[in-house]
Structure formats: structure tokens, C-alpha cells
């Protein structure tokens, strides 16, 4: 076997759960070989640049081995190895989840609920009501 498709490749390295997932990535540009654009039917090849966005992080993989069945983790592990690049990119990606959240994502969005103005009237010691004149 000297070639393979993208999407069996993804598949059987483990990155995505079923062909179908990485198909849906494929189609949103997520995924590009030798730095093009990729479609599902794409045959990659031993030596292969295969750059990969999945939540958030890029990696870059060089495709060391071929195989279009899902094997055990460590045999699919061999199919492929990270540049160092990618993974000290990562690694600092993890760091900065590690440390903590950004601040603007924990605040909520849009009007406030019940529980919300109940916080509000009790820190305020008044309840508020949209049907009393002041």
C-alpha cells in the first residue's frame, strides 16, 4: 500500500472517533496536506505534511506509515509523528488552559433571567418590579 485516503488515514491514526467527523473537518478546510486544501478523497502518501486544527490547537503531523484500519493507540501512534513545532505549540496551549480561563468567557450573555434580578434586588435591598410606578 503507497497511498491512502485522508480521511481513512485520520480515522485509523485515532484523531477523530469516525470517518465521518473527519470528513465534516476535511469539508470546513480544517485540515490540509503538503499546506493545500484537502478533500476526504485525498490520497496522502509516506512523508506527507499534514497540518490539523482540532479545538483550538494546530498541529503538524509527517505521515510516517500508511494504514486504512483502525488499529490499537500505540500502532497508531507509529503512523505518524509530530514536528517539534507543533508540539511546543501545544504545550504552551496547555499551559495557558492550565492557568486558567479568560475572563470575558465566564460572563454571562444577553438579558437577565429571574435568578439574575432576584442577585440584583437582594444586593440592592429592594425588589424590582416592572409593574410599580416609582
Same mark, same amino acid.
Given at each position: 500500500?503507497?497511498? &491512502? #485516503?485522508?480521511?481513512?488515514?485520520?480515522?485509523?491514526?485515532?484523531?477523530?472517533?469516525? #470517518?465521518?467527523?473527519?470528513?465534516?473537518?476535511?469539508?470546513?478546510?480544517?485540515?490540509?496536506?503538503?499546506?493545500? /486544501?484537502?478533500?476526504?478523497?485525498?490520497?496522502?502518501?509516506?512523508?506527507? =505534511?499534514?497540518?490539523?486544527?482540532?479545538?483550538?490547537?494546530?498541529?503538524?503531523?509527517?505521515?510516517?506509515?500508511?494504514?486504512?484500519?483502525?488499529?490499537?493507540?500505540?500502532?497508531?501512534?507509529?503512523?505518524?509523528? /509530530?514536528?517539534?513545532?507543533?508540539?511546543?505549540? #501545544?504545550?504552551?496551549?496547555? /499551559?495557558?488552559? #492550565?492557568?486558567?480561563?479568560?475572563?470575558?468567557? =465566564?460572563?454571562?450573555?444577553?438579558?437577565?433571567?429571574?435568578?439574575?434580578?432576584?442577585? &440584583?434586588? =437582594?444586593?440592592?435591598? /429592594?425588589?424590582?418590579?416592572? =409593574?410599580?410606578?416609582?
Amino acid at each position: 500500500m503507497d497511498r &491512502v #485516503r485522508i480521511d481513512k488515514w485520520l480515522w485509523a491514526a485515532r484523531f477523530y472517533k469516525t #470517518r465521518t467527523l473527519a470528513t465534516d473537518d476535511i469539508h470546513k478546510g480544517r485540515v490540509q496536506v503538503n499546506a493545500q /486544501e484537502a478533500k476526504p478523497a485525498r490520497e496522502v502518501r509516506v512523508g506527507d =505534511s499534514i497540518t490539523l486544527r482540532q479545538s483550538g490547537l494546530t498541529r503538524t503531523l509527517l505521515v510516517r506509515s500508511l494504514s486504512d484500519k483502525r488499529g490499537p493507540a500505540p500502532v497508531a501512534q507509529q503512523l505518524y509523528e /509530530e514536528t517539534p513545532d507543533s508540539l511546543r505549540l #501545544r504545550a504552551v496551549a496547555l /499551559e495557558q488552559r #492550565r492557568m486558567g480561563t479568560e475572563p470575558g468567557l =465566564s460572563q454571562g450573555h444577553g438579558r437577565p433571567n429571574k435568578h439574575d434580578r432576584r442577585a &440584583v434586588a =437582594s444586593a440592592w435591598g /429592594e425588589r424590582w418590579s416592572a =409593574s410599580l410606578d416609582p
